[in-house]
């Protein structure tokens, strides 16, 4: 019997890390079936997916400049490159692979599809705004899909008449592994410890979440707000000024932040925007409440009351209140909350799922997930 032949499939990103911390499970399904090349910046993880088998290629890439000179490069590289591998399939993610790229599979005629994770400050400014608008709509002209990780997201590029309907797929974001991310025992803890993980900066809700606690210390609850990874420049003085008075622990980055999360009573994450947040999907996977704005990619994970509790964006007393009920609740009633969270995870967010779905819809039908 002849051997169905190997689908060559590329796929084009930015940066390796949110690649491999989150769609690590997709390429090694992908390429049980497939030949699975990847181009991107060698700054991290180009070992690891060689590891795994995969062919690099190192892609210079200016991830936030729009240097029309250094655009055009890219352009020219991408050009090249899928001339040079002619393959059968492009999976593009981020902005600058899912345009550049884009465009030169419709010129080429390679079938591709492209990933939007997350409408970020592009869509947020106005002349910006249309500035993308039209790279996009002459990208994604010949797109074979693109996947979201919410529905606004999708909603907004059919507003702006980008791509239609039939052309888009709305995934859970990127899933969540529940193996990895595993139910942990409630944390018995002298005081409410908040978790925030995240880039301390303010589209995280930094301001409003340094409020809330300042405020709820001045009026004498016990608590502590653990912080987990980078901060901006302008917040270090103001974060060092919250630890000296016992309101914040600052933990800097972390490479796996689990512990953290076994730590805590609680996760908080105000963000004024979001593609699909993980670290809403990995607490609630590990078994804790949450408290997140009522925005799009924070909601989703979040059943509100129940799970957790939504907070209007860019509000410190919401988030003052939320922050008041989840210290006020039992040690009992937040692990239930929490073990509720875990379930909304299995049934509605588990990997195998995501993966699943996404394959097929890449037209690499899998009956069923793994």
Same mark, same amino acid.
């Given at each position: 019997?002849?051997?169905?032949?190997?689908?060559?499939?590329?796929?084009?990103?930015?940066?390796?890390?949110?690649?491999?911390?989150?769609?690590?499970?997709?390429?090694?399904?992908?390429?049980?079936?497939?030949?699975?090349?990847?181009?991107?910046?060698?700054?991290?993880?180009?070992?690891?997916?060689?590891?795994?088998?995969?062919?690099?290629?190192?892609?210079?890439?200016? #991830?936030?400049?729009?240097?029309?000179?250094?655009?055009?490069?890219?352009?020219?590289? !991408?050009?090249?490159?899928?001339?040079?591998?002619?393959?059968?399939?492009?999976?593009?993610?981020?902005?600058?692979?899912?345009?550049?790229?884009?465009?030169?599979?419709?010129?080429?005629?390679?079938?591709?599809?492209?990933?939007?994770? *997350?409408?970020?400050?592009?869509?947020?400014?106005?002349?910006?705004?249309?500035?993308?608008?039209?790279?996009?709509?002459?990208?994604?002209?010949?797109?074979?899909?693109?996947?979201?990780?919410?529905?606004?997201?999708?909603?907004?590029?059919?507003? #702006?008449?980008?791509?239609?309907?039939?052309?888009?797929?709305?995934? #859970?974001?990127?899933?969540?592994?529940?193996?990895? !991310?595993?139910?942990?025992?409630?944390?018995?803890?002298?005081?409410?410890?908040?978790?925030?993980?995240?880039?301390?900066?303010?589209?995280?809700?930094?301001?409003?979440?340094?409020?809330?606690?300042?405020?709820?210390?001045?009026?004498?609850?016990?608590?502590?707000?653990?912080?987990?990874?980078?901060?901006?420049?302008?917040?270090?003085?103001?974060?060092?000024?919250?630890?000296?008075?016992?309101?914040?622990?600052?933990?800097?980055?972390?490479?796996?932040?689990?512990?953290? !999360?076994?730590?805590?009573?609680?996760?908080?994450?105000?963000?004024?925007?979001?593609?699909?947040?993980?670290?809403?999907?990995?607490?609630?996977?590990?078994? #804790?409440?949450?408290?997140?704005?009522?925005?799009?990619?924070?909601?989703?994970?979040?059943?509100? *009351?129940?799970?957790?509790?939504?907070?209007?964006?860019?509000?410190?007393?919401?988030?003052?209140?939320?922050?008041?009920?989840?210290?006020?609740?039992?040690?009992?009633?937040?692990?239930?909350?929490?073990?509720?969270?875990?379930?909304?995870?299995?049934?509605?967010?588990?990997?195998?799922?995501?993966?699943?779905?996404?394959?097929?819809?890449?037209?690499?039908?899998?009956?069923?997930?793994?």
């Amino acid at each position: 019997m002849n051997q169905k032949p190997r689908k060559k499939i590329l796929l084009i990103t930015n940066h390796s890390y949110m690649l491999w911390q989150f769609r690590r499970e997709l390429i090694s399904e992908l390429m049980k079936e497939n030949e699975v090349i990847l181009s991107m910046p060698f700054v991290g993880h180009e070992e690891d997916f060689q590891k795994m088998g995969l062919r690099c290629i190192n892609t210079d890439l200016d #991830r936030r400049g729009i240097n029309p000179m250094t655009d055009l490069k890219l352009i020219n590289t !991408y050009k090249k490159m899928l001339k040079q591998e002619k393959p059968d399939m492009v999976i593009t993610y981020s902005i600058k692979p899912n345009v550049y790229a884009g465009l030169m599979c419709g010129k080429l005629g390679i079938p591709f599809c492209a990933n939007v994770q *997350g409408l970020g400050t592009a869509f947020q400014k106005p002349v910006l705004a249309q500035f993308v608008t039209v790279l996009y709509k002459m990208a994604f002209r010949k797109v074979r899909t693109v996947f979201f990780e919410n529905q606004t997201n999708a909603e907004e590029f059919r507003k #702006r008449h980008i791509i239609p309907i039939e052309k888009q797929t709305i995934l #859970r974001g990127a899933g969540i592994n529940l193996e990895h !991310y595993a139910l942990q025992p409630y944390p018995v803890n002298d005081k409410v410890h908040f978790l925030f993980l995240g880039r301390i900066m303010r589209e995280k809700g930094i301001d409003e979440l340094f409020s809330a606690a300042s405020r709820l210390h001045k009026e004498g609850f016990s608590f502590m707000v653990d912080l987990v990874g980078f901060f901006e420049d302008e917040y270090k003085k103001q974060v060092e000024d919250l630890e000296n008075a016992g309101i914040v622990s600052f933990h800097g980055f972390q490479k796996d932040p689990r512990p953290f !999360y076994a730590a805590a009573d609680c996760v908080v994450l105000p963000s004024y925007h979001e593609g699909m947040s993980n670290v809403l999907l990995e607490a609630a996977a590990v078994g #804790r409440p949450l408290i997140t704005s009522d925005i799009p990619g924070c909601r989703e994970a979040v059943d509100n *009351g129940k799970t957790g509790i939504l907070v209007k964006v860019k509000d410190t007393e919401s988030l003052h209140a939320a922050m008041k009920n989840m210290i006020n609740r039992s040690e009992t009633d937040r692990q239930k909350m929490g073990l509720l969270g875990r379930k909304k995870m299995e049934t509605e967010f588990r990997k195998e799922l995501v993966v699943a779905e996404t394959i097929r819809s890449l037209g690499l039908k899998k009956e069923k997930p793994l």
